[in-house]
Every structure is written in C-alpha cells, then in structure tokens.
C-alpha cells in the first residue's frame, strides 16, 4: 500500500513536469504568445462579440440543466411512488437532479469568469453586459433553490435553508450516517484532487511567467488557493463537525 502511494505521487509529479515541460517548449517555439494568429483572433471574437459569448455559455449550461432539472424531477416523484419496486433507472435519473446542480455551478463561476476577462476590452454595451451577468446569477439562485425546496418537500429529514449561508451544515447535519459519510468521502477525494490541479497550475503559471513574461499574480494567487485547502482540512480535521 504505501509503494502504491508512492508511486501515485511519483506519477502526479511526473505528468506535471511532463506537461510544463510540453506547454514550455511550446511557447518558446511560438516565441511570444500576444503574436499568435489564432490566440489574437480568439481574443477579438471575445472582445467584439461578448453578447454572442453569454448566450453561447447560457446555451450550453442553462439549457441543458434546465433540462436535467426536469427530468430528474419527474424521475425522482416516479420513484417515490414506486417505492415497493425499486426501478434502478429510475433512481439514475433522479439524479438528475444532483447533475443539474453540477452544471449550474459550474455555469455560475464561468459566468463570473467571462464578465471579469472581458469587462475592460469589450467593444459591447457595458450595461448590456451588465444585465446578461445579473441575469445569469439569478437565474442560477433560482433555479438551485427550486432544486433544494423540491428535494425537501418530499424529504422531510432534510433541513436547511438555501437562501441561507449555514445551509450545507444544517442539510448535512439532518442526513442519516450513510449519507454523511458519503459525502464525507467525497469532499476528501475532491480535495485530493484539487491539490492535484492547483500544483499544475503553480506549475504552468510559473513557466508561462518564465517563457511569455505574464507576471506573477497567477503564482500568487494559486499558492494562496493551495495554502487555504491545506490549512482549512488541517482546521476542520481537529475540529467536531
């Protein structure tokens, strides 16, 4: 076991020297990244065309939550009425719901994510932009707070308000142990992961300061992001939840 663990980190190591290495050698041969043809007229399509970029991401995330939304509903009401006969598909597309969830939140950062690259360079209506943000984020709330109500509204152990910031303590806390820890092993393997992708990306702003001179605030900010999982498991693993 602990070879295997060895050779596990050895490995995650390994691929992040191979990748910076692949992604240095390709900016030094592209010399100076501002002057790529393709990356410049990616940059004016964003930068002329901001409006047809919301509606592209609302396209490809709202949409189909919304439709996942549905669909788990529909699924999750049929299998509570089939209790004493279980469907297995059915209980896979009741989480549809839990998909549905995923794919707004992850709308909801690339949401915050284009309207921050974007707001000083585009050749678009500020205000326009403005309102296709705000809407985005409400329609996000609302749509994630429908989810939690409905799952509530025929769960009756689980509490919590979603419009509330102590929501996920009270909605874990009102699970049953298996749940629990479920979603325990969960959040471990994410954060495993997650310090996985913030070292590559230490290591890919680092080279890409090195090669194309883009400063070293990405550094910063994704070692403090590192520092912050780190000290926050090490807080939360001497605490009682």
């Known amino acids: 076991m602990f070879k295997s663990t060895k050779f596990r980190i050895a490995t ?67 299998m509570l009425l089939d209790e004493d006969d ?19 939140g992850v709308f909801n950062v690339i949401n915050f994510m284009q309207y921050g690259v974007l707001y ?44 509330k910031v102590t929501f996920n303590k009270d909605f874990i806390q009102s699970m049953d142990e298996a749940e629990q820890l479920k979603v325990f092993k969960s959040a471990y393997k994410s954060l495993q992961l997650l310090k996985t992708i913030t070292l590559f990306l230490i290591v890919i702003s680092i080279f890409m300061n090195i090669v194309a001179e883009t400063g070293g605030f990405a550094i910063v900010i994704s070692c403090i992001f590192m520092i912050a999982q780190l000290l926050s498991f090490t807080y939360y693993e001497k605490r009682t939840i």
């Open 12 to 78: 995650k190591y390994a691929l992040s020297l191979v990748v910076g290495t692949i992604l240095a050698l390709f900016l030094l041969i592209g010399n100076d990244i501002e002057n790529m043809e393709l990356f410049i007229n990616i940059q004016n399509f964003l930068f002329n065309h901001t409006i047809y970029v919301y509606f592209l991401s609302a396209a490809l995330f709202l949409l189909p939550s919304t439709i996942l939304y549905f669909a788990g509903k529909k699924a999750y009401l049929k």
């Open 120 to 163: 000083h360079k585009t050749t678009e209506n500020p205000t326009t932009i403005l309102i296709l943000f705000m809407l985005g984020i409400l329609f996000t709330a609302v749509l994630q707070v429908s989810i939690v109500k409905f799952i509530q509204k025929n769960d009756q152990r689980l509490k919590g308000d979603p419009t």
């Open 86 to 104: 279980l469907d297995i598909d059915q209980k896979k597309k009741a989480g549809y719901l839990d998909t549905s969830m995923t794919v707004l």
